[in-house]
């Protein structure tokens, strides 16, 4: 009874402010839960861009798909007050047990299985029961908050650079600006390991800035099925005898090298320094 009386409260007041209940309950769990304001601004207004720029790939034109993602974006971070240690599960189940007024049933189960899904191993179980077409509609909004977390790590003010997002199927391709991910190694090491998450459950992520893939005959056979979905990719450089029709044998490029050119001899226990930019 206290839970309904609360919500003809909030709906009445919503009614008489023209303020939408749903965002009075999200900014009651934010103060509940002592949400960090700064950082879930900053997570909402990339969250919020990113689905601008893919909007149309994915079909989420719904007003409800940009209200859901910039409320998870707000609240991904309040099970940080039960515990550190899996806050994204305890963030979940506090909002689909939670009373939310304004909030249909459904509502709030799409809400929590996208914030319960923003980080770590990915399983889509917890949408497989959502009212259709949020049961397939989901999974594109856990991936752009989960994109949105990872580059926002660090909780600096600085703002991130352009990042363009195209999306296409289960394919999402992100090209940051020349020199960025080497300058953030850490930042790029996250990102490897979110395109083995992804992977995991059938998403790619993917640099569409590739010009130049160097494989060796144990990586060869991983990028083989992906060239088509690699339009920019205009070389594949093969070394230790890796060959396809596609690659170019690393010492081809050596015979067409300047004259003036002369490779150093090195051996494996020797330190190298590998660069990856976009």
Same mark, same amino acid.
């Given at each position: 009874?206290?839970?309904?009386?609360?919500?003809? #409260?909030?709906?009445?007041?919503?009614? #008489?402010?023209?303020?939408?209940?749903?965002?009075?309950?999200?900014? *009651?769990?934010?103060?509940?839960?002592?949400?960090?304001?700064?950082? +879930?601004?900053?997570?909402?207004?990339?969250? #919020?861009?990113?689905?601008?720029?893919?909007? *149309?790939?994915?079909?989420?034109?719904?007003?409800?798909?940009?209200?859901?993602?910039?409320?998870?974006?707000?609240?991904?971070?309040?099970?940080?007050?039960?515990?550190?240690?899996?806050?994204?599960?305890?963030?979940?189940?506090?909002?689909?047990?939670?009373?939310?007024?304004?909030?249909?049933?459904?509502?709030?189960?799409?809400?929590?299985?996208?914030?319960?899904?923003?980080?770590?191993?990915?399983?889509?179980?917890?949408?497989?029961?959502?009212?259709?077409?949020?049961?397939?509609?989901?999974?594109?909004?856990?991936?752009?908050?989960?994109?949105?977390?990872?580059?926002?790590?660090?909780?600096?003010?600085?703002?991130?650079?352009?990042?363009?997002?195209?999306?296409?199927?289960?394919?999402?391709? +992100?090209?940051?600006?020349?020199?960025?991910?080497?300058?953030?190694?850490?930042?790029?090491?996250?990102?490897?390991?979110?395109?083995?998450? #992804?992977?995991?459950?059938?998403?790619?992520?993917?640099?569409?800035? +590739?010009?130049?893939?160097?494989?060796?005959?144990?990586?060869?056979?991983?990028?083989?099925?992906?060239?088509?979905?690699?339009?920019?990719?205009?070389?594949?450089?093969?070394?230790?005898?890796?060959?396809?029709?596609?690659?170019?044998?690393?010492?081809?490029?050596?015979?067409?090298?300047?004259?003036?050119?002369?490779?150093?001899?090195?051996?494996?226990?020797?330190? *190298?320094?590998?660069?990856?930019?976009?």
């Amino acid at each position: 009874d206290g839970a309904l009386r609360e919500g003809l #409260l909030y709906d009445l007041v919503g009614r #008489l402010t023209d303020e939408d209940a749903r965002a009075r309950s999200v900014r *009651a769990m934010e103060a509940r839960f002592h949400v960090d304001a700064v950082q +879930a601004d900053r997570v909402e207004a990339t969250a #919020l861009g990113f689905l601008r720029q893919v909007r *149309a790939g994915w079909q989420l034109d719904e007003p409800l798909a940009e209200l859901v993602l910039g409320w998870a974006a707000r609240l991904h971070e309040i099970g940080l007050d039960i515990a550190h240690s899996h806050y994204h599960k305890h963030g979940a189940y506090l909002l689909q047990h939670g009373d939310l007024p304004g909030f249909p049933r459904e509502e709030q189960q799409l809400l929590a299985a996208v914030v319960g899904s923003h980080r770590r191993k990915l399983n889509f179980a917890s949408i497989e029961d959502l009212i259709p077409p949020w049961h397939l509609k989901a999974e594109f909004l856990i991936v752009l908050l989960r994109l949105t977390v990872l580059l926002h790590r660090g909780r600096g003010p600085r703002a991130l650079p352009a990042i363009e997002l195209k999306a296409r199927g289960r394919t999402l391709d +992100a090209a940051f600006p020349k020199g960025w991910l080497a300058e953030h190694p850490l930042t790029a090491a996250d990102l490897e390991q979110e395109t083995e998450y #992804l992977q995991a459950v059938g998403f790619r992520l993917a640099d569409s800035r +590739a010009r130049v893939a160097l494989v060796d005959p144990q990586s060869l056979p991983n990028l083989a099925p992906l060239i088509p979905d690699l339009p920019g990719l205009a070389h594949v450089i093969g070394v230790a005898g890796a060959r396809e029709s596609f690659t170019t044998p690393f010492e081809t490029l050596l015979e067409r090298g300047s004259p003036y050119f002369a490779p150093a001899e090195t051996a494996s226990s020797e330190p *190298a320094l590998l660069i990856y930019t976009s």
